[in-house]
């Protein structure tokens, strides 16, 4: 496994690091759940990402119990708030943030997160006053470092040019081969502010495997068909991206990994990627997305796979 600094901060990550969205502690039994955070860390993997909202904290309660007897430094922990956890608990207000701050590190069982992330940007509270909090967080050993996800470049400009707030280091876009947008604005502009991005969906719900076939039926057990996990990938099981994902098949073996690796190892050929998020239900999964950490391939067949997918992608 190989491992990048995020942006700013004193944190190096590994390439791929495991998510918890849709799965621990909601699609995925406690354990499956519990092979696939003790392979991780077998694989090398130390970045740990979840939220307080992913299944109305029972995501952080598993991780808090799964993780409680490894050393507090053997991995990164990060998680987000935003989220709507009641009827009342929603947002980035200063209430909510040192509210869901203190339930967080209890679900958890540790003292700090080394990431804190806005999950999304409160169209409903002044920024002053998220930045703030976020502040009092940090001055206050609760969060190491902070982050956002899916915030728009006006949004990270004027969070940037706030004076005396802490810093955000990390980004958290969807980017794949299959969803580009951050490289047009995002990207750039956190390159500029050496802020390094987390990215999530890599795989594209796991339709970049290729494990869903044009015309075929959706394979038992995968998360398509699943109650709980399979809402998200549908947007991407239309007929003309599944046709396009299996044109990728034949690049991916001349590049010698599998085709999962092929799609992690392009998103990781962004020098701003600090890690590339990954969900699993089995430790096989994670083993082979662990491959692409560190694999070359040429850049001409990057350049292929992305003239074929060029049509589909967001």
Known sequence: MKYRKLGASDLMVSEISLGSWLTFGVGVDGD?????????????????????VYGRGKAESFLGEVLAGRPRDSYVMATKVWGQMSREDQGLSRAQILKQIDGSLSRLKTDYVDLYQCHRYDQNTPLEETMAALTEVVKAGKARWIGFSEWSPAQIEAAAALPGMARFVSSQPQYSLLYRRPERDVIPLCRKLDIGQIVWSPLAQGVLSGKYRPGAPLPAGTRATSDEMGQPIQHWLKPEVLAAVDRLRPIAKEAGCTLSQFALAWVLREPNVSSAIVGASRPEQLEENAGASGLQVEPALFALAEQIVAPLRG
Request: include cysteine; charged fraction near 25%; hydrophobic fraction near 50%.
């Open 32 to 52: 499956a759940a519990r092979a696939c955070v003790d392979k991780a860390f077998d694989l090398g993997i130390n970045f740990i990402d979840t939220a307080n």
